[in-house]
């Protein structure tokens, strides 16, 4: 069924060298609308690489990328690519000295997000930061700090979201819950997510497919019954362990 | 106390000098500066006593140097710390991976440095004009557009300083602090050119800054309004500014190539 459509995002046989160090090696794939798909891999499998390479953030050394039919090495394609598209990371902050409410606002204009306020308040309700909306950055936990940021993706209602280990600082709960909502706006938004975690059960539950890299490659790919059920794992924490420890399906 | 602690802590600091030139550089950097400036301050009195000229006017030439040496400064800290606060507050990639182009980027550092020269300027004349009767409002009319071509010169360098902490990543911070002040003792801010040595005399001829001290001195002096001056920094701005340009959009091009702006904002 999913075939069918056309996908959001193509990449094919993308690759990115640092001097004489392969990263990622002619990797190939397509995120359709409404569908998350996992990008699992040991650290250092070229998860972050690839998902830099689609923000344009690092130039590929070969290989093709187009979103929204758009080539994002074009400066004026990739500005309007990244009007539809939203990125969320663990890894990434926000001005410290703002108010959650201000830095919203500085990227709801960034977006050219119209209504600004009402979206603010609707995230702000969304990601459970109600209470701290006009406190300083600087005071958030790391895990209001990782709501925040999800905050911000959600933004400018993207048509991709790329999330880089969005929930590794949440508490069970409130990751549970975000999984819920991520969930929710693949079903009712369309929205196409682009997921990397090291929470195996999480990819299990959220991924309609998984990409597995290694040393910048992609070994397999399917849903997440397959790939158990090819690298004969008892489940896909098995299955990542093996593929860490080089066992080939 | 015990000594192999603070032999731990004497030890981390020399590894810090160890692993980075900026840092070592910096050292002699302030130093060697202070030097240079004070030594052509102290020249320039010397050869009017010996002269025998009249005493000029002293306060109006350094308390208006001071003010507008701080337009430059503070114009190029407008870009350069603003920039490096994105790197600090780790929201460099959340900017960069929004529809924000890096022209719109440097526009909008461009705009906080306007509004931090506009402060800044206002709060130093009005404190000048309390504090010691300096009213630099008098004559304001007449420096506006030398405080228009410091405030280019701050922009261009600037940029050039948020290039080279792009490239170089945070060790290069140092720069943003320090870059302007290398202008400094050839821009003749609190002296006049011909107090420099020739071969520095020279290089003061391809500085912006120096023709606007200049202008500056002439103005306070009562001399006619040294037009050329204005042309030649104006003129010498832009070339700055067109370079620092060509050269930060350079080195984004390569980051990108090296991964590197990813790096930064993580």
Redesign the interface.
């Known amino acids: 069924m999913v075939a069918a459509v056309t996908p959001l995002l193509e990449v094919k046989n993308l690759s990115?060298s640092?001097n004489s160090f392969q990263?990622v090696k002619s990797v190939s794939f397509d995120l359709y609308p409404g569908e998350i798909l996992g990008m699992l891999g040991p650290n250092g499998a070229g998860k972050?690489?690839i998902i830099?390479m689609l923000?344009?953030?690092?130039?590929p050394t070969s290989g093709e990328i187009r979103i929204f039919g758009l080539d994002p090495s074009r400066?004026r394609q990739r500005?309007?690519i990244?009007?539809r598209m939203?990125?969320s990371?663990t890894?990434?902050?926000?001005?410290?000295s703002l108010t959650l409410r201000e830095s919203l606002m500085v990227?709801a204009r960034?977006?050219?997000v119209r209504k600004a306020r009402s979206r603010i308040d609707l995230l702000v309700e969304q990601f459970e930061l109600k209470e701290v909306v006009d406190r300083p950055?600087r005071t958030l936990s790391s895990g209001q700090m990782t709501r925040l940021?999800l905050a911000?993706a959600f933004i400018n209602e993207p048509e991709i979201l790329l999330l880089d280990e969005p929930t590794a600082s949440l508490d069970p709960d409130i990751a549970d819950r975000t999984r819920t909502y991520l969930l929710e706006m693949k079903r009712t938004k369309k929205m196409a997510i682009l997921y990397t975690s090291h929470n195996m059960q999480e990819m299990e539950e959220i991924s309609d497919r998984l990409l597995f890299l290694h040393h910048g490659e992609i070994i397999a790919r399917g849903t997440p019954d397959d790939l158990v059920a090819r690298f004969r794992g008892e489940d896909l924490e098995d299955v990542f362990l093996k593929v860490a420890r080089e066992v080939r399906p | 106390m015990k000594p192999y602690r603070i032999s731990a802590m004497f030890l981390r600091h020399i590894y810090l000098y160890k692993h980075s030139l900026t840092r070592l550089v910096e050292i002699f950097y302030w130093p060697l500066l202070d030097l240079l400036v004070w030594g052509f301050v102290s020249l320039y009195i010397t050869k009017l006593s010996a002269e025998g000229k009249s005493t000029p006017n002293f306060l109006g030439i350094f308390l208006g140097a001071l003010i507008l040496w701080d337009i430059l400064f503070r114009s190029q800290q407008g870009i350069s710390v603003s920039f490096l606060?994105?790197v600090?507050?780790?929201?460099?990639?959340?900017?960069?991976?929004?529809?924000?182009?890096i022209g719109e980027y440097l526009a909008s550092l461009m705009m906080v440095a306007v509004f931090k020269v506009v402060v800044v300027f206002l709060i130093s004349s009005l404190l000048a004009w309390i504090l010691y009767s300096f009213n630099l409002f008098i004559i304001g009319m007449y420096l506006l557009p030398f405080m228009i071509c410091l405030v280019i010169l701050g922009w261009a360098i600037g940029i050039l300083t948020t290039g080279l902490i792009l490239r170089f990543g945070q060790q290069a911070e140092v720069l943003a602090w320090g870059v302007a002040f290398l202008f400094q003792p050839i821009s003749a801010v609190f002296y006049p050119v011909s107090v420099l040595p020739r071969f520095l005399q020279k290089v003061a001829l391809a500085i912006p800054a120096s023709y606007v001290f200049e202008g500056m001195r002439s103005i306070i002096f009562g001399r006619t309004f040294p037009v050329g001056h204005l042309v030649k920094a104006f003129g010498l701005d832009l070339v700055y500014l067109s370079l620092a340009l060509f050269f930060f959009f350079r080195m984004f091009?390569q980051v990108?190539?090296?991964?590197l702006?990813?790096k930064m904002?993580?």
């Open positions: 990115k640092f990263a972050t690489t830099h923000l344009g953030l690092t130039s400066p500005e309007k990244l009007r939203n990125f990371s890894y990434v902050a926000m001005p410290y990227f960034l977006y050219g950055v940021n911000k | 606060e994105e600090w507050a780790r929201n460099f990639l959340n900017l960069f991976v929004s529809p924000l182009t091009r990108r190539a090296k991964g702006l990813a904002g993580e």
